[in-house]
């Protein structure tokens, strides 16, 4: 068990990594009440283990649908009516027991709820436990937009068992993978070299490895987040990978890809867009390239279509004036921020990597 | 025009009071586009000006329509989506010109488009422009509760133009008056003295006059706000009259009082209720009462359920474990907080005002 700590504007928080985590949660205390958002599916499975684990036996937890498609405002509305009729207040506690979307809708409901109550993120996904659970961004999707309305809130705890990762499919598990390698790429040769050793042949199964996954990853991401909680400046690393990877997700309406298989066909892409700009030599990106492919098969982009990837880019929200902010890698453990990367190169690199005719 | 300063955690801002106050805005740069959101009806008569002022002519709004419902999660989502639309991004600003159903329809927008843009309060409303506008409380109503859902963000500047206050409906202005006379209550006797001499006699069309009580009334919200943004204690002073007030408008389902007429029998109730309690002398409550009365005509609370009303007080945001949290007046200039009122005074304090049997 790995505890790391996340320095915030709030104070900061810690993350609880580790078979056991949720037991962390019995030493919160003060609390008015507390309750459980999750979803039907994950509660069925691990939801006596988890509230005997964090002290609240027999807890009758809030549901919402699995999918994409509960992380809306009609949702937020209807999780805080629910909250208002079981007698929440201001100093109730709401922990989000699941994924991406219950950690995102409950992180906002949490801070938007009377204005703000505390939350504790209990993530069950690779990519939630690495990535999405940490940082305090919270958002529900607008039809015209995936996370355009959210808030940065800081969680009071995060508890990561990796256990509950048993529960995922494999293609789920893969598409959170993609997001370990982009940490990879960020974080340097240590964990990048490491990954390329174990990445490969890792299972689900293999729990005492997969502890060690969790905790090397979700600590680049604390880095990061600690020095820059609102994103101003180097919380924009994170983004690598995202640009080329939200605009694949909308052009395909978030149905054909995972947001980690997107990010993946991301990474590839920007790894193209930098050596074409000069700025990584290809041998790194051959390599970096070659991470990523070694997570695992990805659903094909080719009928995707350029002029609408593009199209989608300046509406990225760290795009400026329509000016697209570019997180391009230079070597393993460096990544550069710039705005200045011709378009014709951003077509070059997305046409080589879906017609195959680059890989790394 | 006068210039107030509030304190927040984000840095503080500038409330800006007086005739010409909007051209303020012009002062703010920085912002790669602005949007103004507004309704149809005030942008009509106050458009044209507003937007000369404000140094954005030709701007074209965006609108709700005017009222309650307006100020609703699906009206937040259409509102982003048009932002989006617009080629809204992060160096955005809104500015939110209207009363407290835009104000914190427009900084709740604002406060989670994108996870966070600038905005601005141009409050055309007596009681925005002397208390709502300010202290960057945001909000929307969901079906089970008005303000359940909202954020605290500071806004960039608010700018207050009592000129636009000709406009309202006299109805609406004594409404707006009833929450003046609650600030002069808590401020002490220079404000509580001075409103005694002029309320009874004052007239929308008195600019000058209006000017000085907007920047009066005004700055005892600033002081409140700038000593505890988040209202974790000395905020909830602004809760007089609220608690009594906010139960009354749910009880009715919000349409047979304006929010300040609710609030004014708010003000009488717990005038009686600390005057029941051994907390006020029979003396400074009929005082207060008195102004309240001055202010003119309230529409009657005879019809109004009692045990409905005494239901909903444990609901109150800032209810905590079922227990009421009261804000009692002491004297003119002193109020308490407590959770130590006998429920029976609760009730014969509704009971008294709502009969007639106590007026002060």
Redesign the interface.
């Known amino acids: 068990m790995r505890r790391l700590r996340v320095k915030s504007s709030a104070g900061g928080y810690d993350v609880i990594v580790g078979r056991g985590a949720w037991r962390a949660l019995r030493g919160l205390r003060g609390y008015?009440s507390t309750f459980i958002l999750t979803e039907p599916g994950l509660w069925k499975h691990w939801g006596r283990r988890f509230s005997r684990d964090a002290g609240l036996p027999g807890a009758s937890p809030l549901l919402v649908p699995a999918g994409e498609s509960s992380k809306s405002?009609?949702w937020?509305?209807r999780v805080?009516?629910e909250l208002?009729?079981r007698?929440a207040?201001?100093?109730s506690m709401l922990i989000a027991f699941g994924g991406g979307v219950v950690g995102d809708l409950g992180g906002f409901?949490a801070?938007?709820?009377?204005?703000?109550i505390d939350y504790v993120q209990a993530p069950t996904t690779i990519l939630a436990q690495v990535d999405s659970s940490m940082g305090g961004?919270t958002?529900v999707n607008?039809?015209?937009?995936k996370n355009?309305?959210?808030?940065?809130c800081a969680p009071r705890l995060v508890v990561s068992d990796p256990r509950v990762l048993a529960s995922m499919t494999p293609r789920a598990f893969r598409s959170g993978l993609y997001e370990v390698v982009k940490h990879g790429i960020l974080s340097g040769p240590g964990l990048f070299g490491w990954l390329e050793k174990i990445l490969p042949g890792l299972r689900v199964s293999n729990a005492a490895l997969l502890e060690t996954l969790v905790v090397r990853a979700a600590q680049v991401k604390v880095d990061v987040v600690s020095r820059d909680e609102r994103e101003a400046a180097l919380r924009h690393v994170l983004n690598l990978g995202h640009t080329f990877g939200h605009a694949i997700e909308e052009a395909t309406g978030y149905r054909r890809y995972l947001h980690g298989e997107a990010v993946a066909w991301g990474l590839l892409m920007v790894i193209r867009l930098a050596e074409l700009a000069g700025r990584l030599d290809p041998a790194n990106g051959k390599r970096m390239a070659r991470l990523v492919r070694a997570v695992g098969p990805l659903p094909a982009v080719a009928g995707v279509r350029e002029e609408r990837v593009l199209g989608l880019l300046t509406?990225d929200?760290?795009?400026?004036?329509?000016k697209v902010l570019w997180i391009l890698p230079e070597r393993i453990g460096k990544v550069c921020e710039t705005s200045d990367v011709p378009r014709e190169a951003v077509a070059r690199a997305f046409r080589e990597v879906q017609r195959g005719e680059w890989n790394g």
Chains 1, 2 share one sequence.
Do not use: C, F, N, Q
């Open positions: 008015s405002l009609p937020a509305g805080a009516s208002l009729e007698g207040d201001r100093r409901v801070s938007t709820y009377m204005r703000g961004k958002a607008i039809r015209a937009m355009l309305v959210g808030t940065i509406r929200k760290k795009a400026v004036g329509g």
